[in-house]
């Protein structure tokens, strides 16, 4: 009785570790999808590569031509960080040669070696799983490629920068913010936020009329001593003439 729980223990534990090893590359795989060309082809990169077992990569030319490149790296199995690593530096080993949108056959040629034609020119590359599994360091390896190991992980890890949003000049809100409107005398709502007042004052000093309803702007507020920014209701009074 307990061999047969101990096996079905062992046999929940295989499937498991199997699902879960399934599931890693796509942890990595989407980061390399303009890369690869496709989502199909990153995660065979990224399984291949985590695996050793042979990577299929399918691409299609200008004239519809669909062509399969298979075939294994060099190394053996690694974790995600190696993988990683190993497909940022056939990145750019490949762009380092003015090949920024490759095919399967270049990709190939990056990770195992081989020849690739760039503008009517042959350049023999150095596959980087062919350097690693002849005992080369990553940070050697990147040198090969003319760069340095750690500005490359940080420039590929570095998160994408936020839109900049440029409000408009010299307007601020209540608390001080910027502001993206204004309120016309005609109470028109460009704006966000309450400004109340009885009247508008005019630029002389002499009360505009009497009025009563609502102007919304931010950061512009009119009456008795108020300036632009403050927060609270201005009330101006006064007859119209």
């Given at each position: 009785m307990k061999?047969?729980?101990?096996?079905?223990?062992?046999?929940?534990?295989?499937?498991?570790?199997?699902?879960?090893?399934a599931a890693e590359p796509k942890q990595i795989s989407p980061d390399f999808v303009p890369f690869a060309g496709s989502s199909a082809n990153a995660d065979s990169l990224v399984g291949g590569l985590r695996s050793g077992s042979p990577i299929t990569l399918s691409s299609t030319d200008s004239?519809?031509?669909?062509?399969?490149?298979?075939?294994?790296?060099?190394t053996g199995s690694m974790g995600n960080g190696n993988v990683r690593i190993a497909l940022l530096l056939a990145k750019q080993q490949l762009a380092g040669?003015?090949?920024?949108?490759?095919?399967?056959?270049?990709?190939?040629a990056s990770l195992t070696g081989g020849d690739v034609i760039v503008n009517g020119q042959t350049t023999t590359l150095q596959g980087v799983t062919t350097l690693r599994a002849g005992g080369m360091g990553w940070g050697r390896i990147a040198q090969t490629y003319g760069v340095k190991l750690?500005?490359?992980?940080?420039?590929?890890?570095?998160?994408?920068?936020?839109?900049?949003?440029?409000p408009a000049s010299g307007v601020t809100n209540a608390s001080g913010a910027p502001a993206s409107?204004?309120?016309?005398?005609?109470?028109?709502?460009?704006?966000?936020?309450n400004a109340l007042g009885r009247g508008?004052?005019?630029?002389?000093g002499a009360p505009a009329g009497q009025g009563q309803g609502n102007a919304y702007g931010r950061g512009i507020t009119t009456g008795a001593g108020g300036s632009p920014g403050q927060s609270g209701n201005a009330f101006a009074k006064g007859k119209g003439g």
């Open positions: 061999r047969e729980i101990l096996a079905a223990a062992l046999a929940a534990a295989l499937l498991a570790s199997g699902a879960a090893s004239a519809g031509v669909t062509t399969t490149n298979t075939f294994s790296p060099a040669v003015g090949i920024t949108q490759p095919t399967g056959q270049q990709i190939q750690g500005p490359l992980m940080k420039a590929a890890n570095a998160p994408a920068a936020a839109p900049v949003v440029t409107g204004l309120t016309t005398a005609a109470g028109s709502n460009p704006g966000h936020g508008i004052t005019t630029g002389a």
